[in-house]
């Protein structure tokens, strides 16, 4: 009987470990482009530092995709990261300095459009290095969503949550995931400690 359970829980372990690993949006949606759009994204919304709020914006940026693509098939999750990240500035207004320089973060090492007087390059464009790949690596499906599946939205700490929002705990993070209260099974209070921007 021991050995039964142990094999089960071996067998089980392996499945759902194959299934967290799943990429979270498919192959023709990834481009060199999208990578760098979404790891633009990342900073915008959450910073240079902030692994889980990275890793959970793109994974709800993908759920937004995949439930806007019911309506609109011909859809890219490059154009839900455009649209959907208001830090990054929309294309009806003109873009903050901060918006010129987040959007002229790319490949190459040089120094983006626009970057602040005074504040050193070099050292941020190793967190950008490591933004680039945390966005390719969360692509192959080799990062886990913190929220688990569970949110929808998410805020910083300017921004208040509007109609049937209801937090989520996604760990440690300095936004505020949210779901939306008609799909939530249960309703889950931000983690304590979270770190405020």
């Known amino acids: 009987m021991k050995k039964f359970i142990t094999t089960g829980a071996v067998l089980l372990a392996t499945s759902a470990s194959s299934a967290q690993h799943a990429p979270p949006i498919p192959e023709n949606q990834w481009t060199p482009s999208t990578q760098v759009w979404l790891a633009r994204a990342m900073v915008a919304e959450a910073g240079w530092t902030s692994e889980n709020d990275h890793i959970a914006i793109a994974y709800v940026l993908a759920r937004r995709w995949r439930r806007l693509t019911e309506r609109w098939p011909e859809l890219r ?21 901060r918006q010129r320089w987040l959007r002229s973060l790319s490949w190459n090492d040089l120094v983006p459009e626009g970057w602040p007087e005074g504040i050193s390059w070099d050292r941020h464009l190793r967190y950008w290095r490591s933004i680039l790949e945390r966005s ?4 192959k499906g080799n990062l886990l969503d913190p929220c688990r599946g569970r949110a ?8 208040t949550p509007r109609g049937r929002m209801v937090p989520v705990n996604c760990g ?5 995931f949210y779901n939306l209260s008609i799909e939530t099974e249960e309703r889950v209070a931000p983690a304590p400690g979270r770190a405020k921007r």
Do not use: K, M
């Open 77 to 97: 999750f490059l154009d839900v990261i455009r649209n959907y990240c208001a830090g990054l500035g929309s294309y009806r207004r003109e873009l903050t300095p």
């Open 136 to 139: 390719d690596r969360w692509s």
């Open 152 to 159: 929808w939205h998410w805020g910083g700490t300017i921004d």
């Open 172 to 176: 440690e993070t300095q936004n505020t």
